[in-house]
């Protein structure tokens, strides 16, 4: 099963920036040590090729000259990439589709979810996730779907998504669980193919994996697709929404911001999807380093969100700064170039919308015992808990 996050947001250790950087304790700290703030891309000490100067990861990711092998981190699979590229363009479209229409009807639900799920306490960034899941449910698996479906999903979930939860299981447990849960999927994926005779309005995402594919597409790569959905829907974005949460009570005294501002605050000093991994095309010199198809890029965003030629007091929680235009070049959360993420506007209105009703007439308060990130193929926040109360004190701060 993929673990939580992403090869940038969606895979799994075995596939993601896996091989791409050394098995470190933390390769975010790892990454951070190695950047001198003056050459951006250089050959780390385990041989990797880091790209962390905007200009070379737009140039990376844009792949305007063909400068890498394209793929992209959503759509890679343990066969290699899904394809071809008008399936991928196709899915990402009718994706985007379904989730705008959902999220359309079911805006009035969520108030009731946020005091539900969210006061008056609540652990998070588990508390983020679970609030997406229960939001996006009909997405993710529509209703008359079988139930051993709704419950594989959901275990899913608990087990691969939220963050630290592989490591609450023993390796034999995961394995097993793999075993079952991808074959449930499997099975979906065999009867939907079945049931489809022509072309039909999605009923749920795997309604449009299995729609928008070629005929002859392995079911286990329509699953590992799938997946990659789910990762984003209920583990990016119940991340990035943990990020806003953290940071806005870790930061009492900031200056009362818009939802806007904070959650691009939010994505820019924690990237959910932080690193990617791409291969080079041909031999190049890429930023002042000579690289070779042999090379593993790893182009990475929290570097590039954070760096210091581009952003002023680029460590700080500034969440004004958005008042004015950012500079484009060194704002990378959702991608660049060809693959950038299908999901980007649906993220952030969702987003944007939770960060208004969490803060609106309540006050929050965040307690946490230090800890740094959660790492891994995604940047989760470390476990705090948020209380949100009535506010009593003067309006306009939170
Ligand atoms: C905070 C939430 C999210 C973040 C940070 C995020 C980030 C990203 C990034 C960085 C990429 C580019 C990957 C690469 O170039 O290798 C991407 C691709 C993609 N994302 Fe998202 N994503 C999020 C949510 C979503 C959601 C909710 C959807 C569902 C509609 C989605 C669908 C996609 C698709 C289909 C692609 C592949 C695009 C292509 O290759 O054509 N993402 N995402």
Not at 217 to 232: N, T
Not at 285 to 313: F, I, M, N, S
Request: proline share 9%; hydrophobic share 40%; glycine share 8%.
């Amino acid at each position: 099963m993929k673990s939580s996050g992403t090869r940038q947001g969606y895979g799994d250790a075995a596939r993601t920036p896996r091989g791409v950087l050394p098995r470190v304790r933390d390769p975010l700290t790892l990454l951070g040590a190695e950047f001198d703030g003056v050459h951006d891309v250089w050959r780390s000490t385990a041989g990797t090729v880091c790209v962390a100067g905007p200009q070379a990861a737009r140039a990376v990711l844009g792949n305007r000259d063909g400068t890498v092998v394209d793929m992209s981190d959503f759509y890679r699979t343990r066969h290699g990439d899904f394809g071809p590229r008008a399936a991928q363009i196709r899915i990402g479209r009718s994706a985007r589709a379904l989730m705008r229409r959902h999220l359309d009807a079911r805006r009035p639900e969520l108030p009731g979810l946020v005091a539900e799920l969210l006061t008056p306490s609540a652990v998070w960034p588990d508390a983020g996730n679970l609030l997406v899941l229960r939001h996006l449910r009909d997405v993710l698996v529509h209703p008359d779907a079988p139930p051993r479906l709704h419950a594989t999903v959901e275990q899913i979930v608990r087990r691969s998504v939220l963050a630290g939860a592989r490591r609450r299981h023993s390796p034999a447990s995961r394995l097993l669980f793999r075993r079952r849960a991808l074959s449930v999927l499997h099975g979906e994926v065999r009867a939907r193919r079945r049931e489809l005779t022509g072309p039909r309005d999605p009923r749920d995402l795997l309604d449009v994996v299995v729609g928008e594919s070629e005929p002859g597409a392995d079911p286990k790569d329509l699953a590992e697709v799938y997946l990659s959905f789910l990762f984003a829907a209920v583990g990016s974005v119940g991340f990035a929404l943990g990020w806003s949460v953290y940071l806005l009570g870790t930061h009492p005294d900031s200056p009362a911001a818009k939802p806007s501002w904070v959650v691009r605050e939010a994505l820019r000093l924690w990237p959910v999807a932080w690193l990617f991994a791409r291969t080079p095309s041909r031999a190049q010199d890429l930023g002042g380093t000579a690289v070779t198809p042999r090379d593993r890029l790893a182009v990475c965003t929290y570097l590039v969100h954070r760096h210091p030629g581009y952003w002023e007091r680029p460590d700080e929680f500034v969440p004004e700064r958005w008042a004015q235009a950012p500079p484009d070049p060194a704002y990378l959360p959702f991608g660049h170039g060809p693959h950038t993420c299908a999901g980007a506007t649906v993220t952030m209105r969702l987003l944007e919308d939770l960060v208004e009703l969490i803060t609106r007439d309540r006050r929050l308060t965040v307690t946490h015992d230090g800890a740094g990130p959660q790492v891994g193929p995604a940047l989760a926040p470390p476990r705090f808990t948020a209380v949100l109360s009535a506010r009593t004190g003067c309006p306009g701060r939170r």
